[in-house]
């Protein structure tokens, strides 16, 4: 089982980016976002439930982020617009393969699949 994230980088405030998370080995019942800037906790940013395609955003990311999957890829993308200052972080994709109608963890501890991180840098 392997989720790996893609698409960080550097970019400009106001910008758009959109990362990628291709999972293999498996299926899954729960994707999500999480970032971590230096010196700070992993924060909850989005989520999708697979069954319905329910998903949910950390308040400081409404109207700006957006979680989609493409179940035939097996791949979850966060795209990402009017980028800030504060959304610099290394972003994580997570996963977790139980649950069915249950609504999406917003604790680190809710999924037991990461992947390995991509770096997103927002310059002013």
């Known amino acids: 089982v392997q989720l790996q994230a893609s698409g960080g980088g550097l970019v400009q405030a106001g910008d758009s980016l959109r990362l990628s998370c291709a999972a293999s080995?498996?299926?899954?019942?729960?994707y999500a976002w999480f970032r971590q800037a230096p010196g700070k906790e992993r924060e909850f940013v989005a989520a999708a439930r697979t069954i319905d395609d329910n998903t949910y955003y950390a308040d400081f990311v409404k109207g700006r982020f957006t979680i989609s999957r493409d179940s035939a890829k097996n791949t979850v993308y966060l795209q990402m617009n009017s980028l800030k200052r504060e959304d610099t972080a290394v972003y994580f994709c997570a996963a977790r393969s139980s649950g069915g109608f249950t609504p999406a963890p917003r604790a680190v501890s809710g999924y037991g699949y990461w992947g390995q991180g991509t770096q997103v840098t927002v310059s002013s």
């Open positions: 080995g498996r299926t899954f019942s729960h």
